[in-house]
């Protein structure tokens, strides 16, 4: 046999070698998810969205409150607003940010109790953090839980959910809203506050009390309500 006929022979086995490698691979089934890694996702993906939830209606009842602690003035439609007499009473962004957390924390607790899962679930230490930058607020939250189902056990250690809110910038708005009700209530500018992309509405209530929102959008999370109480 010839040098070149074995050569020949030997590039016709490379290539035979390589396309029944190819065929091979393409023949192959899809690698599929294990049904115990599907069953961790599902209750990681349920605890997500309910801490999704809760953040966002925790951003929602401030914004519609003014604050989150006890509110003074109770409204016909059953809304609540926090009342102001001065500057000094909104919120500074610390107590805003400690405020909203303790009310974070109040509504994730169902989150992590009594869920729609036949697995070994078990979760403790609730913990929660608050952030705020560049106008979104990050609820971050920790409670090692423990999954078991199919004799195959996962941990989970924390969450992460963002809200978007211009915290400060509706503070600071609820700060200059309040001094100029305050300072001289018989003559009240409204129009004077409403500046690009921020405006406010003003409502008469009784006993020297004024209605107040900031908003700067349609929506609930665009805005900030609260009652001025004038001298």
């Given at each position: 046999?010839?040098?070149?006929?074995?050569?020949?022979?030997?590039?016709?086995?490379?290539?035979?070698?390589?396309?029944?490698?190819f065929l091979m691979?393409?023949?192959?089934?899809?690698?599929?998810?294990?049904?115990?890694?599907?069953?961790?996702?599902?209750?990681?993906?349920?605890?997500?969205?309910?801490?999704?939830?809760?953040?966002?209606?925790?951003?929602?009842?401030?914004?519609?409150?003014?604050?989150?602690?006890?509110?003074?003035?109770?409204?016909?439609?059953?809304?609540?607003?926090?009342?102001?007499?001065?500057?000094?009473?909104?919120?500074?962004m610390d107590l805003?940010?400690?405020?909203?957390?303790?009310?974070?924390?109040?509504?994730?607790?169902?989150?992590?109790?009594?869920?729609?899962?036949?697995?070994?679930?078990?979760?403790?230490?609730?913990?929660?953090?608050?952030?705020?930058?560049?106008?979104?607020?990050?609820?971050?939250?920790?409670?090692?839980?423990?999954?078991?189902?199919?004799?195959?056990?996962?941990?989970?250690?924390?969450?992460?959910?963002?809200?978007?809110?211009?915290?400060?910038?509706?503070?600071?708005?609820?700060?200059?809203?309040?001094?100029?009700?305050?300072?001289?209530?018989?003559?009240?500018?409204?129009?004077?506050?409403?500046?690009?992309?921020?405006?406010?509405?003003?409502?008469?209530?009784?006993?020297?009390?004024?209605?107040?929102?900031?908003?700067?959008?349609?929506?609930?999370?665009?805005?900030?309500?609260?009652v001025v109480e004038?001298?």
């Amino acid at each position: 046999m010839q040098k070149g006929q074995i050569t020949l022979y030997i590039v016709v086995g490379v290539l035979v070698l390589v396309v029944g490698y190819f065929l091979m691979q393409k023949s192959a089934p899809a690698p599929t998810i294990a049904p115990q890694e599907a069953m961790f996702d599902d209750v990681r993906s349920y605890v997500q969205d309910c801490l999704d939830t809760a953040a966002t209606d925790t951003v929602s009842n401030f914004a519609l409150s003014g604050d989150l602690r006890n509110v003074e003035l109770e409204r016909l439609e059953g809304m609540t607003r926090a009342v102001f007499k001065s500057e000094n009473d909104v919120p500074s962004m610390d107590l805003a940010l400690r405020m909203i957390r303790e009310e974070f924390l109040n509504q994730i607790e169902v989150c992590y109790m009594d869920l729609p899962f036949n697995y070994d679930i078990k979760a403790s230490s609730l913990q929660a953090n608050i952030t705020y930058g560049d106008g979104k607020l990050t609820f971050y939250t920790f409670s090692p839980m423990q999954i078991s189902a199919a004799g195959r056990t996962r941990k989970v250690f924390g969450f992460a959910s963002q809200v978007q809110y211009q915290l400060d910038h509706y503070l600071e708005s609820g700060k200059e809203a309040v001094k100029a009700i305050t300072m001289n209530p018989p003559y009240i500018n409204i129009s004077a506050l409403n500046r690009i992309g921020n405006r406010y509405t003003l409502g008469h209530q009784e006993n020297g009390r004024y209605d107040v929102s900031v908003f700067n959008g349609s929506n609930t999370l665009s805005s900030y309500s609260f009652v001025v109480e004038v001298p």
